[in-house]
Nanobody
Framework: QALVAESGGGLVQAGESLRLSCTASGLTLADDAMGWFRQTPGKEREAVSCISMSGFVKYYLESVKGRFTISRDTTKNTLYLQMNSLKPEDTAMYYC??????????????????WGQGTQVTVSS
């Protein structure tokens, strides 16, 4: 059974940076497309950034382009999301998950039967 664990969230001021990490067990990042998602209360969960199985194709939500960078370390089986120039509207619970399809303009939904615990990112103005 695939399991993920997100970490790295916290409380920061606008303009600061955070790096989220996602460690995976039961799946191999080199063999799976992966994505970062976020959700705030009362809103739908949205794909923030995704990376294809090859690592060559990446998707970014329009509002994070140029500020967030997705990467992975296959030797550590860990996915990262470097978030720079954070804005209050980036405040959310962030989750990672394997996904079925990644293109530069689209990222499909999670393949997990249930979401991990997530990591909270709070950006103050």
């Amino acid at each position: 059974q695939a399991l993920v664990a997100e970490s790295g969230g916290g409380l920061v001021q606008a303009g600061e940076s955070l790096r989220l990490s996602c460690t995976a067990s039961g799946l191999t990042l080199a063999d799976d497309a992966m994505g970062w998602f976020r959700q705030t209360p009362g809103k739908e969960r949205e794909a923030v950034s995704c990376i294809s199985m090859s690592g060559f194709v990446k998707y970014y939500l329009e509002s994070v382009k140029g500020r967030f960078t997705i990467s992975r370390d296959t030797t550590k089986n860990t996915l990262y999301l470097q978030m720079n120039s954070l804005k209050p509207e980036d405040t959310a619970m962030y989750y990672c998950a394997p996904v079925s399809r990644v293109r530069s303009d689209i990222c499909s939904g999670s393949l997990l039967p249930s979401w991990g615990q997530g990591t909270q990112v709070t950006v103050s103005s």
